[in-house]
């Protein structure tokens, strides 16, 4: 069972990067998956979900309109894109598989948007 997350870098103010989520080890299609970030002194927080089944993804207010989260469950991936970044989007992003039984976390994917 195993999330490896992949696509982060420094990006300058303004400019985009997409995040790769890659799945193995369980059924993907089966559970919601989610993107997280945690910034330098403080605690992780919630961005985006994409509960699957067709539903509308959730994204936290200050990445609505900027980044999109979509999977592919042939490829057993999840994405993260993500538009106009800001030096407040700076951290560790993580990402999550959740369904009724199990709670899976990845080791996250640096960020860094500074000029």
């Known amino acids: 069972v195993q999330l490896v997350e992949s696509g982060g870098g420094l990006v300058q103010p303004g400019g985009s990067l997409r995040l790769s989520c890659a799945a193995s080890?369980?059924?993907?299609?089966?559970?919601?998956m989610s993107w997280y970030r945690q910034a330098p002194g403080k605690e992780r927080e919630f961005v985006a979900a994409?509960?699957?089944?067709?539903?509308?993804?959730d994204y936290a207010d200050f990445v609505k309109g900027r980044f999109t989260i979509n999977r592919d469950n042939a490829k057993n991936t999840v994405y993260l894109h993500m538009n106009s970044l800001k030096p407040e989007d700076t951290a560790v992003y993580y990402c999550?598989?959740?369904?009724?039984?199990?709670?899976?976390w990845g080791r996250g994917t640096q960020v860094t948007v500074s000029s």
């Open positions: 999550n598989a959740n369904s009724w039984v199990d709670n899976i």
């Open positions: 080890g369980f059924t993907f299609s089966s559970y919601a």
């Open positions: 994409d509960t699957g089944g067709g539903g509308t993804p």
